[in-house]
């Protein structure tokens, strides 16, 4: 069965830090290039930051840029979100997927795979 899944959500307080994790199976992730997004209630979808198949090209959105990084072990078949200095308006599920199309891709149409959703909560 092919899928990804996503985990390491959780509730932090603000300032703190979140690492996720996406892992997949049933295909080798290092074919693809991998974005994770993330959506807010009420919100669109939105790309967060992206990464290229051997990992050489990343992408960040501004309001990212800084404070999270992706990374990704082919041997292990996922990719990491490292999110630090977390604010409140973070909060979202966040998602990963999986593009044959690169190096990297921000239109969220030319991704193949998807995650059910991590969800994060940045609160005191």
């Known amino acids: 069965q092919v899928q990804l899944v996503e985990s390491g959500g959780g509730l932090v307080q603000p300032g703190g830090s979140l690492r996720l994790s996406c892992t997949a199976s049933?295909?080798?992730?290092?074919?693809?290039?991998i974005g994770w997004f993330r959506q807010a209630p009420g919100k669109e979808r939105e790309g967060v930051t992206y990464?290229?198949?051997?990992?050489?090209?990343?992408n960040y959105a501004d309001s990212v840029k800084g404070r999270f990084t992706i990374s990704r072990d082919n041997a292990k078949n996922t990719v990491y979100l490292q999110m630090n200095s977390l604010k409140p308006e973070d909060t979202a599920v966040y998602y990963c997927?999986?593009?044959?199309?690169?190096?990297?891709?921000?239109?969220?149409?030319?991704?193949?795979?998807w995650g059910q959703g991590t969800q994060v909560t940045v609160s005191s």
């Open positions: 990464i290229s198949k051997s990992g050489d090209i990343t």
């Open positions: 997927a999986a593009s044959s199309v690169g190096p990297i891709n921000s239109f969220q149409g030319r991704y193949d795979y």
């Open positions: 049933g295909f080798a992730l290092d074919y693809y290039a």
